[in-house]
Nanobody, 126 residues
Framework: LELVESGGGLVQPGGSLRLSCSGS???????????MAWFRQVPGKERERVSC????????NYADSVKGRFTISRDNANKTMFLQMNSLEPEDTAVYYC?????????????????WGQGTQVTVSA
């Protein structure tokens, strides 16, 4: 499974961005098999999980720091996952990574992630 992120960039505080993660699974069924998540990392800090979505898309969870501002979703038919980010803050500045694994969200921490995207930079600054 290959993952490619897009949608990062520079935005002012209070603005919005939508990240996309496209998967190159062999089939829609294969993409549907994976739990998907977004992580982010800033230099000198550990990679942290921002949000996670179950295989079907019915269950989601969020880091406390982004609850109410970010929304994760997935489109299994088109093998794509999204992260809608609203009310962005300078503290959201980071490289954002798409991740996939067969583990459930409750177990999806960086050491257990099988597939990573290359990352996309999000910068929130005036």
């Amino acid at each position: 499974l290959e993952l490619v992120e897009s949608g990062g960039g520079l935005v002012q505080p209070g603005g919005s961005l939508r990240l996309s993660c496209s998967g190159s699974a062999r089939s829609t069924f294969t993409f549907h098999y994976y739990t998907m998540a977004w992580f982010r990392q800033v230099p000198g800090k550990e990679r942290e999980r921002v949000s996670c979505v179950s295989q079907s898309g019915e269950r989601t969870n969020y880091a406390d720091s982004v609850k109410g501002r970010f929304t994760i979703s997935r489109d299994n038919a088109n093998k794509t996952m999204f992260l809608q980010m609203n009310s962005l803050e300078p503290e959201d500045t980071a490289v954002y990574y798409c991740a996939a694994d067969t583990q459930p969200c409750s177990s999806l921490t960086p050491p257990h992630v099988r597939y990573w995207g290359q990352g996309t930079q999000v910068t929130v600054s005036a």
